[in-house]
């Protein structure tokens, strides 16, 4: 719990456990005047076998989405990381963009710099998380990194994989794999 983040999770069947536990929150910050901003507060529901039930919090419902982003992270109802997946790379290629077109003459170390510095967090935060298992989310991720080792190098570039030794890369999948390992 944040200062201004409050989550509520039950895996139990009894929606009214949840519904007292939102009450008393809600208690908890008017006795504080400390209010709840209503309109964004959400439901999402997991599950298929969710009865989807509907939250009110002094008498107005709390919407129902089937994704919401917490600290940076896509949670969906299905807990698919595929639309994290999505977000992240579109974030990315903005970047990328912005890279090669400010820095089009860069060496390849100095890109490989900028990339590691502006592009490659982007791709790998939160990653113990979410971690992608879809080999579309991974090729996905992967493909930003191959678009971004081809631009310091030209037309006549060498193969992906001599690339990354000359920018002094690994795959991201690798990356994760040692993150995890350190992680474990």
């Given at each position: 719990m944040f200062a201004d983040d409050i989550k509520l999770y039950s895996s139990s069947a009894n929606y009214r456990d949840l519904e007292r536990d939102l009450r008393a929150i809600y208690d908890?910050?008017?006795?504080?005047?400390l209010p709840l901003n209503l309109d964004k507060c959400k439901v999402l529901h997991r599950g298929n076998n969710n009865p989807k039930h509907v939250y009110f919090v002094d008498n107005l419902l709390l919407s129902c989405t089937d994704s919401h982003v917490d600290l940076g992270v896509v949670v969906t109802?299905?807990?698919?990381?595929?639309?994290?997946?999505?977000r992240v790379a579109s974030k990315a290629n903005?970047?990328?963009f912005l890279l090669t077109k400010t820095f089009s003459k860069a060496s390849p170390l100095v890109f490989s710099k900028l990339f590691k510095t502006y592009v490659r967090p982007l791709l790998e935060f939160a990653n113990?998380?979410?971690?992608?298992?879809?080999q579309k989310d991974i090729l996905g991720l992967e493909s930003i990194q191959r678009r971004a080792t081809r631009?310091?190098?030209?037309?006549?570039?060498?193969?992906?994989?001599?690339r990354h030794r000359l920018m002094h890369l690994c795959p991201l999948s690798d990356r994760r794999k040692r993150g995890d390992l350190i992680i474990t």
């Open positions: 908890w910050t008017y006795d504080w005047l109802s299905n807990l698919s990381w595929t639309e994290h997946v999505q903005k970047i990328l113990g998380v979410w971690s992608p298992i879809l631009f310091p190098f030209g037309i006549n570039r060498p193969p992906y994989c001599e």
